[in-house]
């Protein structure tokens, strides 16, 4: 997410539309996770056995001895093979199936770090990371989704917010390069060619800009300014 072209509204939609995603390939990902608990559980009692095996003196009848120790030698065998043929399988296909966790939490935290640094949304990064989304993978015992639904929740807040701000954003920045230029809303107007009626609209309103309009106030601010003035600029909140 270059500097230049980061869009808070637009990247936090795509985290709430993945998160439909997200529950299907964490549901599709449980059964094999049940698959590797019964697995694992199987190995470890195999384990078990022979440790209960190894704790017993082998016979002092030749015989007897014999059949003992082909006993363990079975008992290691049926272990290695849970290992490599079915443990470390199953294993591998759960992980396979949850890979795609990390990078979700990674555009999450992506996100965070490039939030507002003001008062309205000083609390979300810390209670998102709180969220034990990288868990919900795991391999034992499913946790509840409440922290997913918390998440949507939280996103859904921010994508409000995002939008709110935008709408005051917008006018403030108009505004604050406008008397960067020097310039009156009348000469704004004449050096952007959009009427006076709809900047006036953009700064004490919030109202909306489209594409092309937000694209004429960046171009006229640049050529006055004598330095770059991108939209990203323009919808972008001042640091406090």
């Known amino acids: 997410m270059p500097s230049g072209t980061f869009n808070l509204v637009g990247e936090l939609l795509k985290l709430q539309g993945a998160i439909s995603g997200f529950r299907?390939?964490?549901?599709?990902?449980?059964?094999?996770?049940?698959?590797?608990?019964?697995?694992?559980?199987r190995y470890n009692a195999a384990v078990e056995e022979l440790n209960r095996m190894v704790g017993i003196p082998l016979p002092s009848n030749g015989s007897a001895?014999?059949?003992?120790?082909?006993?363990?030698?079975?008992?290691?065998?049926?272990?290695?093979?849970?290992?490599?043929?079915?443990?470390?399988?199953?294993?591998?296909?759960?992980?396979a199936s949850t890979d795609f966790i990390p990078t979700f939490v990674d555009r999450l935290e992506l996100v965070l770090?490039?939030?507002?640094?003001?008062?309205?949304?000083?609390?979300?990064?810390?209670?998102?990371?709180?969220l034990r989304i990288m868990q919900l993978g795991s391999w034992r015992e499913s946790l509840p989704d409440q922290d997913l639904e918390t998440l949507e929740i939280r996103l859904k807040e921010m994508v409000d917010l995002a939008r709110a701000t935008a709408k005051t954003t917008l006018g403030s920045n108009i505004d604050r390069f406008r008397k960067e230029c020097g310039w009156t809303f009348d000469q704004l107007a004449a050096e952007t060619q959009i009427a006076k009626t709809v900047i006036l609209g953009h700064v004490n309103k919030g109202a909306r800009a489209r594409p092309f309009t937000l694209k004429l106030y960046a171009e006229a601010f640049s050529r006055r300014l004598h330095h770059p003035i991108t939209v990203a600029n323009l919808e972008t909140p001042l640091q406090e």
């Open 24 to 41: 299907r390939k964490l549901e599709a990902s449980r059964p094999l996770a049940r698959k590797f608990r019964e697995t694992l559980a």
């Open 65 to 95: 001895l014999e059949a003992e120790v082909a006993r363990r030698k079975r008992q290691s065998l049926k272990i290695e093979k849970l290992n490599e043929r079915v443990l470390a399988k199953r294993w591998q296909r759960l992980t």
């Open 113 to 130: 770090q490039r939030l507002p640094l003001t008062s309205q949304w000083s609390h979300f990064p810390e209670e998102l990371r709180k």
